[in-house]
């Protein structure tokens, strides 16, 4: 069995000062916090930008506050929805990471590859199967009263 390599070679080793600029680590505290917060949210608009299931979530999202809206729910369930609406999004973008770390390290077919990826999907199905439970649990009373 083949074993994959992962060189290192275009990556500066972790105590040069190559290193440190690419990860921020070269900066005073604040600029460092800076410069994390901007790789973050860099990531999260490449999630935005580059997944199709993230925008659904976030149109999704959008539809189920129009309901909070509507519906009047209180400020813990807007709470919980909220914690529901960012774990959705999060566990996408750990998602997404997964993948191209994956797609980096075996970009050729390997069933290991497709196990990681397909775990990282099976994750994405139980965190929006309990934010359907969440949204029944506030919503379905409401609607079950319109009828």
Known sequence: MKRHSTS????????????????GRDRTYWASRLFSLRAA???AAHTLR?????????????FVCLAGWW??????????????????LALEAVNTAI???????SPQYHPLAKRAKDAAAGAM????????CVALAIFGPRLWALF
């Open 8 to 23: 290192t070679a275009s990556w500066p080793a972790s105590d040069s000062a190559a290193h440190r600029r690419l990860t």
């Open 41 to 43: 949210l860099s990531g």
């Open 50 to 62: 580059t997944q199709p299931n993230a925008r659904i979530e976030v149109v999704a999202t959008l």
């Open 71 to 88: 519906f009047g729910i209180s400020p813990v369930e807007w709470a919980v929805l909220a914690l529901t609406f960012f774990l959705v």
């Open 99 to 105: 993948e191209t770390v994956v797609d980096l390290v």
């Open 125 to 132: 199905i139980f965190v929006v199967l309990g934010s359907i």
